[in-house]
């Protein structure tokens, strides 16, 4: 608990300080708790997200581009290695799927993530493996 109280007021922090960058139009919850009923038709958001736990739920992270090593985020603290859920929200077009990789760097096996799908749990032997992602169109 104290743990996920931190990775909160970190996120709020990082999330405060991107708002101030860019533009404030895009406020978006750090909780997700979209109804199960719209994950089948995902609204693109320019991201790739990943949760702590299967169903969306735990702490959360998301990218916009590529991320060599989960266990340091801006925003979100510790990921590697803890990832039981994810979405890929991004926009379609060259770059659309999301590998995640094993490994650190992106090495090792990877799974493909499409564009504008949804796992509610990792495919099986990737609960709690993965540990850096990229973009690509492999899937
Ligand atoms: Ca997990
Ligand atoms: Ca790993």
Redesign the pocket.
């Given at each position: 608990m104290r743990k996920t109280k931190t990775v909160l007021a970190a996120a709020a922090l990082a999330l405060t300080a991107a708002l101030a960058a860019t533009t404030p139009s895009v406020a978006s919850s750090s909780v997700s708790s979209a109804p199960a009923s719209v994950s089948a038709a995902v609204m693109a958001d320019g991201y790739v997200h990943v949760w702590e736990h299967t169903g969306a739920g735990g702490a959360t992270c998301r990218w916009s581009g590529d991320d060599s090593d989960y266990r340091f985020n801006t925003g979100c603290g510790d990921m590697?290695?803890k990832v039981s859920s994810a979405r890929n929200s991004g926009y379609s077009g060259s770059y659309e799927d999301v590998l995640f990789y094993?490994?650190t760097e992106r090495r090792g096996s990877f799974v493909c993530l499409p564009n504008g799908a949804y796992w509610e749990s990792m495919p099986d032997g990737w609960n709690d493996?993965?540990?850096s992602h990229s973009w690509g169109s492999a899937c």
């Open positions: 590697n290695d094993e490994n493996r993965v540990s």
